[in-house]
């Protein structure tokens, strides 16, 4: 924290600086060569911040950063009460103490911070924290994961304001595997799903909303054919949008026989239900091989398509070929386009519709060049070359031939090239298609799920 709150600081004055060199004339400056190695001061109010978290530690605790989800510093500072100050929220572990875990929160004003509550929880460590306002009053509700043994965690909300006892008020305690918020009724405010196993083994989500009384508490629960074995390795839950615009999560889990399976959860007349289930198998109707896709938007139409791999060049899908469908209220699907996904090589080709049923795609790679060449199915005769290069003398191979730019990346460069075939097939395309069709997989910056 010391180190952090140092770069900080020194940015600012470096900052303060190079505003000061950007007039058109500046003053002689003297510099005293001790005053060089001198270290910045840190503002007051972090000084004593510091201080507090340097006793907690002296008292036997050790920093327990949350493990998973996207908060995962030891020393988190957020606005909660949305006075526009921020308050400082620092995570521990004391083992010698009944309740080892503690989440401690400094209320910070101008010039210092001092200790407005504690929270404290039995278990090994902290999962996870998010911050969200429930209730729509500008005040931000906890939501704090717990691993209270190896196969159990707990999930806690809490409220800090507004509460009688001056205390952190629990409003929801639950087991549970994966967790999101979401705006499914479309009233400016988040509602939680919590996703656990049930008592007999099975697998269900539970709707949490803020109610008329002012208590936040379960409202409907819907089944998943999603285990939580299956959820908690390789599986999603993404929120997104069915095709008129409804607000839905997709949770998808991954069997250990590499099958991926996606249930869709919306409400339907304020009950949380799933439109994926098959009326006839009683489970999710939506089952395909896994090739490390997930639903997503990928045309970008506001709309969440689900991948359906139809070919697959090898086991590993390094280079799939996909359908991608939308889902109505109603449960229905409707396919929407077709694309070639290179994984392997990071990138993606969305194909024109004509190509359905009609193209195969097969990758090569050697030295310091991967490429996937198209070919017409009938006729195995090969119309487009899509290559990766890296290396140092990539930009020379990027130019041989024929090559048109399809992206530049600092390691890599993407090209494609228009085979013999394309000119006399019917569907052949163009140059400003395949660009246009061309994207690159993008890198996930979250560090993990709820």
């Known amino acids: 924290m010391k180190n952090l709150l140092g770069q900080i600081w020194l940015l600012v004055l470096l900052l303060a600086a190079a505003a000061g060199l950007s007039g058109c004339s500046m003053p002689e400056m003297v510099f005293n060569p001790e005053e060089l190695y001198s270290l910045p001061e840190l503002p007051a109010k972090y000084t004593e911040l510091n201080k507090q978290i340097n006793a907690v530690l002296e008292d036997g605790a050790e920093y327990a950063a949350p493990t998973s989800g996207t908060n995962i510093q030891p020393v988190q500072l957020v606005d909660l009460d949305g006075d526009g100050r921020e308050e400082a929220l620092a995570f521990f572990r004391n083992s010698a103490d009944e309740k080892p875990l503690k989440i401690y929160i400094f209320a910070g004003n101008d010039d210092s911070y001092e200790r407005s509550e504690l929270i404290e929880a039995s278990g090994t460590s902290i999962s996870s924290i998010a911050y969200n306002d429930l209730n729509g009053d500008g005040k931000m509700e906890l939501i704090v994961g717990w691993k209270a043994a190896a196969e159990l965690q707990v999930l806690e909300v809490y409220s800090l ?206 030295s310091g060049e991967a490429s996937v060449v198209f070919y017409i199915q009938e006729t195995a005769q090969p119309f487009l070359r899509i290559a990766a290069y890296t290396g140092t003398n990539r930009e020379l191979r990027a130019v041989r031939g024929n090559h048109f730019l399809l992206s530049r990346q600092p390691e890599t460069i993407y090209t494609a090239e228009l085979l013999e075939a394309n000119e006399s097939w019917e569907n052949g395309v163009t140059a400003d298609e395949i660009r246009a069709g061309f994207s690159l997989i993008l890198s996930e910056w979250a560090t993990g799920n709820n």
């Open 161 to 366: 304001y507004g509460r009688a006892s001056g205390r952190a008020e629990t409003l929801v305690r639950t087991n549970y595997v994966r967790y999101t918020t979401a705006d499914l009724e479309r009233d400016q405010r988040q509602e939680l799903v919590v996703l656990r196993a049930d008592e007999e083994g099975g697998s269900v989500a539970d709707y949490y909303r803020w109610q008329t009384d002012g208590t936040f508490a379960g409202q409907t629960s819907a089944r998943i054919s999603v285990t939580m074995a299956e959820l908690s390795q390789q599986g999603r839950v993404i929120s997104g949008t069915l095709q008129d615009g409804t607000p839905a999560l997709y949770v998808t889990g991954v069997t250990d026989t590499a099958e991926s399976i996606t249930d869709i959860l919306t409400l339907r007349n304020g009950e949380l239900t799933n439109i994926a289930l098959s009326e006839q198998s009683g489970v999710s109707a939506e089952i395909s091989t896994f090739c490390g896709l997930y639903p997503s938007d990928i045309n970008d139409d506001g709309v969440t398509e689900v991948p359906r791999p139809v070919y697959l060049e090898n086991q590993n899908g390094t280079c799939a070929i996909v359908d991608w469908y939308r889902y109505e209220t109603d449960g229905t699907s409707v396919p929407v386009l077709q694309t070639c996904h290179n994984t392997a090589d990071g990138w993606f080709l969305r194909m024109p519709e004509a190509w359905r049923d009609t193209v195969r795609s097969s990758r090569a790679a050697g």
